[in-house]
């Protein structure tokens, strides 16, 4: 089903009226003139600076232009996430399934349906979560393992390639919400899985934790604020999304 649908390129950029586009699918596609000339530049860039990067950074799936992207196409900066992401990956997969199989059972953190574009939906119960009470490397490597399961299973290269998020706050106050749990999952899809987030939705959320947003939106970049979507107990927007 997911095959046959028409993919068009609104379902490749995300686009804002004053910062203009973003790429959001990478994988065996025909890419820009600007996107090939950073590329290019940034593997002289690497050459000169004596770094050498695995093949798959730089094969059909774009890992080096996620990473160009993701760090505003300063080279430096990408040279630097790249090298620390090569780290990560060494240290963090892969993920023994049998590691995390009691933390998927509790159900805080799953992947359950898909939005109207096909994109994969993963839901996170914060009340359950932190009621779990999990050590954060705990909680990164259910994460991890969460992701990577994404990765190879529910995506569609070249046509699908981000998820949607649900945070869900239901029954949790302002001070019951395990903030440093979200930041692990938060950093660790901002770090390591570049431009795999499509929209973030936050259910039923704390009066207190919306005022906050709306201060710390300010200072965050564009295309940041456009994906996060902080909502009370009205789902009209999420419905434009997902089918109810």
Do not use: C
Not at 26 to 31: G, H, M, N, R
Not at 75 to 91: A, C, F
Not at 118 to 138: F, M, S, T
Not at 164 to 188: E, H
Request: proline content about 4%.
């Amino acid at each position: 089903e997911l095959k046959s649908m028409l993919f068009t390129k609104e379902d490749m950029f995300v686009t804002l009226e004053v910062k203009g586009s973003q790429r959001i699918v990478f994988t065996s596609v025909p890419l820009l003139p600007e996107e090939e000339d950073h590329m290019a530049k940034f593997r002289k860039f690497s050459a000169e600076k004596k770094v050498t990067f695995p093949s798959w950074v730089d094969d059909k799936n774009r890992v080096m232009l996620r990473f160009l992207q993701g760090n505003g196409f300063d080279y430096k900066k990408t040279l630097d996430s790249l090298q620390k992401h090569l780290e990560w990956r060494t240290t963090n997969l892969p993920v023994d399934p049998d590691e995390v199989e009691e933390e998927v059972n509790k159900g805080f953190l799953y992947f359950a349906g898909r939005d109207k574009r096909g994109r994969p939906v993963l839901h996170i119960q914060v009340k359950k979560l932190a009621d779990a009470n999990l050590a954060n490397e705990k909680l990164a490597k259910l994460a991890i393992y969460m992701l990577e399961f994404a990765l190879e299973n529910l995506f569609l290269p070249g046509k699908i390639e981000t998820i949607i998020v649900i945070i869900d706050m239901t029954g949790v106050g302002a001070l019951g919400i395990p903030i440093g749990s979200l930041q692990t999952i938060g950093q660790m899809l901002q770090n390591n899985y570049r431009a795999r987030l499509y929209k973030q939705y936050i259910l039923n959320t704390p009066f207190l934790i919306k005022g906050m947003w709306a201060v710390a939106k300010s200072f965050l970049e564009e295309f940041t604020v456009a994906k996060i979507n902080v909502l009370g107990g009205d789902f009209s927007e999420v419905y434009k999304q997902i089918d109810k």
